[in-house]
């Protein structure tokens, strides 16, 4: 493999993921600036004592729900051009999968832990995407598209 294509390729993901990383701030700051603190919503909580224990510390769930939509986001546009891989995308969604079974949990709790103490929601966030941007990228590239790596060089 060329030493340009994988420039080429760190460029395109990084741009890709700067993508996701706008539907993710901007999902998660519409759940946290607007949708948390309408009158419906604070209701729900007030009515719904399981599900006010699930946003006890708000941070998770919302941080829940835009990694998901940034993560769908990501995995389609960079399958299709920046690995150009046309393998089975099952299974590639499923190795993703992995890879997001133990980050999710992890950037999660320590978000979790973080805001309660203080920290800046919004601070947290953004180094949790950028630890998933450096570490996702090395994951995809020699794990969830090595077959389109291998082809590539071929």
């Known amino acids: 493999m060329k030493k340009n294509s994988t420039k080429l390729q760190a460029l395109k993901f990084f ?16 759940m946290n600036e607007v949708i948390i603190k309408l009158d419906f919503f604070q209701r729900l909580l007030a009515d719904h004592p399981g599900f006010a224990r699930i946003m006890e510390n708000e941070y998770g769930p ?22 150009q891989s ?24 320590l978000g979790n832990h973080f805001t309660a103490n203080g920290a800046n929601e919004y601070l947290v966030l953004g180094l949790t995407m950028f630890a998933n941007l450096t570490t996702e990228f090395v994951y995809d590239k020699f794990v969830v598209f090595r077959d389109a790596l291998k082809n590539e060089t071929n």
Do not use: E
């Not at 990383?21 to 901007?26: D, F, S, T, W």
């Not at 969604?93 to 997001?100: E, S």
């Open 15 to 30: 741009l890709f993921s700067t993508s996701a990383g706008l539907i993710q701030v901007g999902s998660f700051t519409l």
């Open 62 to 83: 919302m941080y829940l729900i835009a990694l998901l939509l940034s993560v769908l986001w990501n995995f389609t546009f960079n399958r299709k051009f920046t690995f």
């Open 86 to 109: 046309a393998s089975n995308v099952p299974v590639a969604m499923l190795k993703v999968l992995a890879f997001y079974a133990v980050f999710t949990p992890v950037s999660t709790i």
